[in-house]
């Protein structure tokens, strides 16, 4: 027998949601249901398909600047990367150092989070969720530094900005990573960005792939203080100058340009979202308050099985705390119809 390494036998790698080949109604990974602006494909008209003999440009320079813009912030504040769980990835060994501190975040959070730890030899510690799912802010010290999804995943929850600032500075010194994957969605709370000039410890982490509509392409960015953003860039060119290719580049460009469409979608998801939420309670159905793309519905894996018999896909984790509930996506008005007449 070949033998690989001692990680690659005994680790537990991160679950991916179903990706089914049948035709499903498809709510378990949280992909927006509306398609990207149409800017997204004219700019794929236009690309020059003889600069990809080349490699992409290094700086990023133009989606940079226009992530820059759109956060109100320098271009030296700006990591762009290949997606935003590789940002986080980079972040974890960035920030972080092995066999140290543990960095802190909640038990029932973003499942990847343990996942990037175990692969850097960067102990954690896992902080109980209050009995409402919700986070307790002051419960999240004591280690090497903290990450924290606001608003959180799988539980669509978020915290005021005052608790992320509170988060900040009781993690004094430490670095504090805020994913924000979810925060264009969110209207109980507003993007840490705005709290960047007061807290350098603090670094927000976004993506393309939720409220832009590009989850196929790949492309996320963080925004923080230069030297997290250096450190950022070193870990980078120790793995990969290149991650991000110079289609998906100027794909991310003309999405982040088409912002009036990229609001017209988002409020469409919102509306859906609170619509649903007050169906599923009239029913007598227990559903928590979205900040999200998302919904978290008791009913566990009975509802998921029944609702896959009737060609609708849900996510169900089978851990410790969430069992009795499933991850349902906002999909389209007659996406969700289709849920709630099938449940």
């Known amino acids: 027998m070949i033998k690989i390494s001692e990680f690659a036998e005994k680790t537990t790698p991160y679950s991916v949601g179903e990706q089914p080949r049948e035709k499903l109604?498809?709510?378990?990974?949280?992909?927006?249901?509306?398609?990207?602006?149409?800017?997204c494909a004219q700019a794929v008209a236009r690309f020059d398909m003889t600069r990809?003999?080349?490699?992409p440009d290094l700086s990023l320079a133009?989606?940079?600047k226009a992530v820059a813009e759109k956060e109100r912030v320098k271009e030296e504040n700006v990591f762009v990367g290949n997606g935003s769980d590789e940002v986080l990835a980079f972040a974890v060994r960035a920030f972080f150092d092995p066999e140290s501190a543990a960095v802190v975040f909640p038990k029932i959070?973003?499942?990847f989070y343990p996942v990037y730890c175990n692969l850097f030899d960067v102990n954690y510690m896992c902080v109980e969720n209050e009995r409402d799912f919700s986070v307790d802010a002051e419960k999240l010290t004591g280690g090497q530094g903290v990450i924290i999804a606001n608003p959180n995943a799988p539980t669509s929850l978020s915290l005021p900005l005052e608790k992320i600032a509170r988060l900040a500075e009781i993690n004094d010194g430490k670095p504090v990573i805020v994913d924000e994957a979810y925060i264009d969605f969110a209207t109980k709370t507003s993007s840490a960005v705005s709290l960047l000039n007061?807290?350098?410890?603090?670094?927000v982490i976004k993506t393309f792939s939720k409220s832009y509509s590009l989850a196929g392409i790949r492309c996320g960015y963080m925004i923080a203080g230069k030297r997290l953003?250096?450190?950022?860039e070193t870990v980078r060119d120790c793995f990969n100058s290149y991650p991000v290719d110079s289609l998906c580049q100027k794909i991310c460009l003309?999405?982040?340009k088409a912002e009036k469409y990229h609001a017209e979608c988002t409020e469409k998801v919102i509306n859906t979202r609170e619509k649903v939420i007050r169906e599923l309670r009239k029913r007598g159905k227990t559903v928590l308050d979205s900040d999200t793309n998302f919904l978290f519905v008791k009913g566990g894996e009975s509802d998921y099985l029944k609702l896959k018999e009737k060609g609708i896909l849900v996510r169900w984790f089978d851990s410790d705390g969430v069992r009795e509930y499933t991850r349902v996506t906002v999909g389209s008005d007659e996406e969700m119809d289709a849920y709630l007449a099938a449940l």
Do not use: D, F, H
Not at 229 to 232: D, E, R, T
């Open 25 to 39: 109604i498809k709510l378990n990974t949280n992909e927006n249901p509306y398609p990207p602006a149409r800017e």
């Open 229 to 232: 953003v250096k450190a950022m």
């Open 198 to 203: 007061r807290y350098e410890n603090l670094a």
């Open 109 to 111: 959070t973003y499942s």
């Open 254 to 256: 003309a999405a982040i």
């Open 62 to 64: 133009e989606l940079k």
């Open 52 to 55: 990809l003999k080349l490699y």
